[in-house]
């Protein structure tokens, strides 16, 4: 018998060194969108720029009118106007006083006290009178009738300044007359006169 021998040749394998990376490959493609959680919230991004002003626009409602600002001074006096016509002259009632301003010119008739229609009752006249301190009767009947009756004002003034002192006092008045002019007038809410008038006198206005 033959013995027959196999030859195995042993092989090695040899290994060298590893290679330079190789490039990119191509992007792939887009991912699904993510699913957003709302538990879970980033931190805030930078403020923006400021953005552009807008329109201007249209103007708000009037506001309430604010509080009075203080007095100015008194202007000078004016010149004095003609005198008037001789003869001529007119009449005035001062209230709240027995005598008249010492104006030239100017002279009292007579003093009394003011008089009116009860606050309470209707029909009676609505202008005041200085009735006179010695009237004169005629002939006249003292009872009772259904008439017009006059009553005596007073101040109703209570703590309010400046009138506080005159509170429930009677109401006095003057018939003055002035024979340099020949006009009269009442202004309300005023102490000054116009241009060329003269001021005969000035005060508070009461009413009833």
């Known amino acids: 018998a033959n013995n027959s021998s196999g030859i195995c040749p042993h092989l090695e394998l040899l290994?060298?060194?590893?290679g330079r990376d190789g490039r990119d490959g191509m992007p792939g493609p887009p991912g699904p969108p993510g699913v957003?959680?709302?538990a879970i919230q980033g931190?805030?991004?930078p403020p923006g720029e400021q953005?552009?002003?807008?329109?201007l626009g249209p103007p708000g409602p009037s506001g309430p009118?604010?509080?009075?600002?203080?007095?100015?001074s008194s202007g000078p006096r004016g010149v004095a106007g003609p005198p008037g016509v001789a003869g001529?002259?007119?009449t005035y009632v001062r209230w709240g006083r027995t005598t008249c301003p010492s104006t030239?010119?100017?002279g009292l008739v007579y003093k009394g006290r003011a008089a009116g229609s009860h606050y309470q009752h209707s029909g009676g006249g609505a202008s005041k009178l200085c009735l006179p301190d010695d009237p004169d009767y005629l002939s006249y009947d003292s009872s009772d009738f259904q008439g017009g009756r006059l009553y005596g004002v007073e101040y109703e003034a209570e703590s309010r300044q400046p009138l506080s002192s005159v509170d429930d006092h009677n109401a006095p008045c003057a018939v003055c007359y002035t024979s340099t002019r020949g006009t009269v007038l009442v202004i309300p809410a005023k102490i000054l006169c116009p241009s060329a008038w003269t001021r005969e006198y000035y005060g508070y206005l009461m009413t009833e």
């Open 51 to 55: 953005g552009h002003s807008g329109p």
């Open 15 to 18: 290994r060298g060194r590893d």
């Open 36 to 38: 957003i959680d709302p």
């Open 65 to 72: 009118p604010g509080p009075s600002g203080p007095r100015g």
């Open 43 to 45: 931190p805030p991004g």
């Open 88 to 90: 001529g002259g007119v």
């Open 104 to 106: 030239p010119g100017t």
